[in-house]
């Protein structure tokens, strides 16, 4: 093989309910927030990505389409998909760092009071689902 | 739109008294990787073996890239590639002595990919097919199909009884495949986490028929949990269908299929899984669901034929 290695390495987790393409576009975020995808990367092609992680291929065009749409990545016409000089992500990166300091606390504070991880996790799927009964 | 890989109209198959499908009127868009789900006995071989025209249709009408399956079209036969759930490979044979045998019976056989494929695969050309270990049979008897460069790959079960690691090999090759020739597929499987990422359509069978055939994707979008305590579970919104319910004594959750946007602001809303979805469709019909309307799930999928 004379391939040049990928950029990234894509995993795929079936069980997490994550429909696939989110989960590719979330990588590749991650993946730039933390500086390991840099403007001007090229993302491995849809070929490269099928033979990397079992998947269907028009899932990996709709991932990389959705990268576009949320100005993290170009097409360039017969060329490829590259990540775009300067994404815009640090400002969520910086709000992250801060909301994650915030739920770390949070999470110290339930451990104190007796709920292990599957009831915290338990906790915060029904507050995104705005399942009331959990207030009351 | 472009003509549907595969479309039905109130197809049906009797075996003696028995129906093995009835009722079926479903299409499948071009440029898909359609699953085909349903417990086994469900009809899903009986639909695969009339798609690739080895049975005849008892009434009703099935039509495949736009032709009638075994009516005669041998173009058709050339742009479709069937494997059956058994593999069929002549044993005595060498890889290489199967490959000029497919050659010899494909007009569009194509020599660099099957060797390119065993070659990937690790297999080697001089392996003789009976010294093969399963997963690479599987492996030999799909490249026979890639080989031959269709349309259309009609798998059944293409991935049943292999280990883990030939699985994977193997749907790769099927992705690559797809991604390179934008082959069209429809294979029928068992295994739901494959569903979610390797296909994009969707169509559940159970009891012969057809319970549900769309876009994966929409699948996902149109389903929701709706949970209330049971003491006082607020009247169904409008516009859903009940697929599924569970009970305990302090809750009530349905699973439905909306048909129109749900607006309700007095049931808990959940998002369920893929598999949680299929699931229920499955239990459809089985005796194991519990209580509840079972009929609003296949109305909008039956035909007029009874």
Redesign the interface.
């Given at each position: 093989m004379t391939e040049k290695q990928p950029s990234i390495l894509f995993r795929?987790d079936?069980?997490s309910?994550i429909?696939?393409y989110r989960q590719l576009v979330d990588q590749v975020r991650q993946a730039v927030e933390m500086g390991r995808l840099r403007g001007g990367d090229q993302l491995p092609s849809?070929?490269d990505v099928?033979?990397q992680?079992?998947?269907?291929?028009?899932?990996?065009h709709r991932a990389y389409r959705e990268l576009e749409h949320l100005g993290l990545a170009e097409g360039r016409l017969g060329l490829g998909t590259f990540i775009t000089q300067n994404p815009d992500v640090h400002t969520t990166e910086a709000s992250n760092a801060e909301l994650a300091r915030q739920l770390q606390l949070w999470a110290q504070r339930a451990r104190a009071a007796g709920l292990n991880d599957n009831d915290m996790l338990e906790l915060l799927r029904r507050i995104l689902?705005?399942?009331e009964?959990v207030l009351s | 739109m472009t003509t549907p890989v595969i479309e039905t109209n109130a197809l049906a198959k009797r075996f003696g008294r028995k129906w093995g499908l009835r009722d079926c009127t479903f299409s499948i868009p071009a440029?898909?990787?359609a699953a085909l789900v349903g417990p086994n006995g469900a009809g899903k071989s009986t639909l695969l073996r009339m798609a690739a025209g080895l049975s005849r249709p008892t009434s009703g009408q099935i039509s495949v890239l736009g032709s009638v399956p075994g009516a005669g079209d041998p173009s058709l036969l050339k742009r479709v590639g069937y494997l059956d759930q058994v593999r069929p490979l002549y044993q005595g044979f060498r890889v290489d002595e199967m490959f000029r045998f497919g050659e010899g019976t494909n007009p569009t056989w194509n020599m660099a990919t099957a060797h390119d494929y065993v070659d990937q695969l690790g297999i080697s050309l001089r392996d003789r097919v009976d010294n093969l270990s399963g997963g690479q049979r599987a492996q030999v008897a799909l490249t026979m199909c890639l080989a031959k460069q269709p349309e259309l790959l009609i798998l059944d079960e293409p991935a049943a009884e292999l280990d883990p690691v030939a699985r994977?090999d193997l749907?790769?090759l099927l992705?690559?495949e797809?991604?390179?020739r934008g082959t069209n597929v429809v294979l029928s499987t068992h295994a739901l986490?494959?569903v979610?990422?390797?296909?994009?359509y969707l169509v559940i069978m159970s009891h012969s028929r057809i319970v549900l055939a769309d876009d994966l994707?929409f699948v996902?979008e149109s389903h929701r949990f709706l949970g209330a305590a049971s003491s006082n579970a607020p009247a169904l919104p409008e516009g859903v269908a009940v697929i599924d319910t569970r009970t305990s004594s302090r809750e009530v959750t349905h699973l439905v299929r909306m048909t129109l946007p749900l607006v309700d602001e007095t049931w808990?809303?959940?998002?369920p899984?893929?598999?949680e979805i299929i699931m229920a469709y499955l239990r459809l019909g089985t005796g194991s669901t519990l209580s509840q309307p079972r009929h609003d799930a296949t109305t909008a999928t039956s035909g007029g034929v009874s």
């Amino acid at each position: 093989m004379t391939e040049k290695q990928p950029s990234i390495l894509f995993r795929l987790d079936p069980r997490s309910g994550i429909a696939p393409y989110r989960q590719l576009v979330d990588q590749v975020r991650q993946a730039v927030e933390m500086g390991r995808l840099r403007g001007g990367d090229q993302l491995p092609s849809v070929r490269d990505v099928v033979t990397q992680v079992t998947i269907n291929p028009n899932t990996v065009h709709r991932a990389y389409r959705e990268l576009e749409h949320l100005g993290l990545a170009e097409g360039r016409l017969g060329l490829g998909t590259f990540i775009t000089q300067n994404p815009d992500v640090h400002t969520t990166e910086a709000s992250n760092a801060e909301l994650a300091r915030q739920l770390q606390l949070w999470a110290q504070r339930a451990r104190a009071a007796g709920l292990n991880d599957n009831d915290m996790l338990e906790l915060l799927r029904r507050i995104l689902n705005h399942d009331e009964r959990v207030l009351s | 739109m472009t003509t549907p890989v595969i479309e039905t109209n109130a197809l049906a198959k009797r075996f003696g008294r028995k129906w093995g499908l009835r009722d079926c009127t479903f299409s499948i868009p071009a440029g898909k990787v359609a699953a085909l789900v349903g417990p086994n006995g469900a009809g899903k071989s009986t639909l695969l073996r009339m798609a690739a025209g080895l049975s005849r249709p008892t009434s009703g009408q099935i039509s495949v890239l736009g032709s009638v399956p075994g009516a005669g079209d041998p173009s058709l036969l050339k742009r479709v590639g069937y494997l059956d759930q058994v593999r069929p490979l002549y044993q005595g044979f060498r890889v290489d002595e199967m490959f000029r045998f497919g050659e010899g019976t494909n007009p569009t056989w194509n020599m660099a990919t099957a060797h390119d494929y065993v070659d990937q695969l690790g297999i080697s050309l001089r392996d003789r097919v009976d010294n093969l270990s399963g997963g690479q049979r599987a492996q030999v008897a799909l490249t026979m199909c890639l080989a031959k460069q269709p349309e259309l790959l009609i798998l059944d079960e293409p991935a049943a009884e292999l280990d883990p690691v030939a699985r994977e090999d193997l749907l790769r090759l099927l992705m690559r495949e797809v991604a390179e020739r934008g082959t069209n597929v429809v294979l029928s499987t068992h295994a739901l986490g494959d569903v979610g990422s390797i296909c994009d359509y969707l169509v559940i069978m159970s009891h012969s028929r057809i319970v549900l055939a769309d876009d994966l994707e929409f699948v996902v979008e149109s389903h929701r949990f709706l949970g209330a305590a049971s003491s006082n579970a607020p009247a169904l919104p409008e516009g859903v269908a009940v697929i599924d319910t569970r009970t305990s004594s302090r809750e009530v959750t349905h699973l439905v299929r909306m048909t129109l946007p749900l607006v309700d602001e007095t049931w808990q809303v959940t998002e369920p899984t893929l598999d949680e979805i299929i699931m229920a469709y499955l239990r459809l019909g089985t005796g194991s669901t519990l209580s509840q309307p079972r009929h609003d799930a296949t109305t909008a999928t039956s035909g007029g034929v009874s």
